[in-house]
């Protein structure tokens, strides 16, 4: 079975081949830690461990948060060394700013001459792996090795459910390597079960993505309030984690608000990077007034869009809105976090689009503190907002009640490791005696 995976896997990394080597030369995407997913140990996971490991897995930008409290409370038991893998270049730059660089390294691709270098250097008595990382020779090497297995904030999507189903007869084997699964919900434990999943090693303890801290506010959070008062700058429409074909439907929404509120400014930040100078484009054809995040040196701005063509800053700029849209739900693209903005307080409206995070809207729904519209809407749901204030302010608290009514997930995922590896003298928590 394993064979036939990894030969399947290597055809189709073959014949895809041209995708990933246009992706490198266009975009430098995947370029940055090839040789580390292809086993070359870096060099400071090369020395000998005192300590026994817990190796932290998480995907992207979106898990790395996700896990980030875990990883502190993880930190806190002296005896372990934790190390952190991620497999996206946005997902290792924040796990190296959060963790250190001496602790993140870049994930193997899924072959056993690339996973064993690490297993046999870093020799973890515990792996986490966050969310859905079902890699079948990864779970079985690493269980080989003796470590032990949790996947955590687990989750199975609309849209993967089908597939998994259908593959249940060999997943049933390739889940038997986990000892332990933490799910976000009942429906996704549910999920787990009907996949091959043993119900004995299934829990449920909430969304750790709930738990999350906003980061301290870095200096542009500063320069921009006080551009923004220079300029009189009002309302503010911050459109995070946009895709293709957002933007145009964002834009004409915008044109709306501007008729009525000349000084109106959008925060706009898409999603991925590479998309940064096509969005820039469409700007100028559009003949919209823009200013770049990079090139921006501190002049008042207002009437016009500030286009964020950086990374990493987002969350925090959530909190200058007047109200957020949270991008990826306009599309068929399955949505994006809105934890973010709801952290802040501010009123939060999204697309029809938002499987992947089905649970967290409608948990929002259900409490009236999230307004989900189509792209038809959009102009008129931008305009309600912002000229009815009273509506707009109880939005904005019903999502930041909502949040913290829903955390604590992270200290009932650290309850339920320990049951599958004890984790003794730990350090007190903050505040604790």
Same mark, same amino acid.
């Given at each position: ?189 549910? +999920?787990?079960?009907?996949?091959? $999943?043993? *119900?004995?090693? &299934?829990? /449920?303890? @909430? ?6 801290? %906003? ?9 921009? +309030?006080?551009?923004?008062?220079? $300029?009189? *700058?009002?309302? &503010?429409? /911050?459109? @995070? ?6 933007? %145009? ?185």
């Amino acid at each position: 079975m394993y064979l036939l995976y990894s030969a399947l896997l290597a055809g189709w990394l073959l014949v895809s081949l041209p995708y990933w080597l246009i992706q490198m030369g266009r975009h430098g995407k995947y370029r940055a830690g090839l040789a580390g997913r292809l086993g070359k140990l870096p060099p400071r996971l090369m020395a000998p461990w005192s300590k026994p490991v817990i190796w932290v897995h998480a995907v992207s930008v979106g898990e790395v948060l996700a896990v980030s409290g875990l990883v502190t409370e993880l930190s806190r038991f002296p005896e372990h060394q934790v190390f952190i893998s991620t497999t996206t270049d946005t997902g290792q730059k924040l796990a190296r700013k959060r963790f250190g660089e001496d602790n993140v390294f870049y994930f193997p691709l899924d072959f056993a001459f690339a996973i064993r270098p690490y297993l046999q250097a870093l020799r973890p008595q515990l792996i986490v792996i966050a969310e859905t990382e079902f890699w079948p020779n990864f779970l079985r090497l690493a269980k080989e090795a003796g470590a032990r297995i949790a996947v955590v904030n687990a989750r199975i999507s609309d849209r993967s459910f089908p597939g998994y189903r259908r593959l249940r007869r060999w997943l049933t084997r390739v889940l038997a390597n986990v000892d332990l699964f933490v799910t976000q919900t009942d429906e996704d434990r549910r +999920r787990l079960l009907e996949i091959g $999943a043993a *119900a004995q090693r &299934v829990e /449920v303890t @909430g969304n750790l993505k709930f738990d999350i801290s %906003p980061p301290a506010p870095p200096p542009i959070v500063g320069c921009l +309030r006080n551009a923004f008062h220079e $300029a009189g *700058a009002s309302p &503010v429409l /911050v459109c @995070g984690s946009t895709v293709d074909g957002e933007e %145009p439907l964002l834009l004409r929404a915008f044109e709306n608000v501007l008729a009525s509120h000349p000084r109106a400014l959008m925060i706009l930040a898409p999603r991925h990077p590479e998309r940064f100078v096509e969005v820039a484009a469409l700007l100028s054809k559009l003949g919209v007034r823009f200013w770049k995040r990079s090139l921006w040196s501190g002049e008042p701005i207002a009437g016009g869009v500030f286009l964020v063509d950086t990374i990493g800053e987002l969350a925090v700029l959530y909190s200058l809105g007047t109200l957020a849209f949270v991008g990826g739900s306009l599309v068929p693209r399955g949505g994006h976090n809105i934890i973010e903005p709801a952290q802040y307080g501010v009123p939060i409206i999204v697309g029809t689009h938002t499987d992947n995070f089905r649970d967290i809207v409608g948990l929002f729904q259900s409490r009236n503190a999230v307004k989900v519209v189509g792209p038809a809407e959009l102009p008129l749901a931008f305009m309600e907002l912002i000229s009815d204030e009273a509506e707009r302010v109880a939005l904005g608290r019903r999502a930041a009640e909502t949040l913290r009514a829903q955390q604590g997930a992270t200290q009932r995922t650290v309850a339920a490791l320990e049951g599958i590896l004890p984790l003794k003298t730990a350090l007190p928590t903050a505040g604790s005696e």
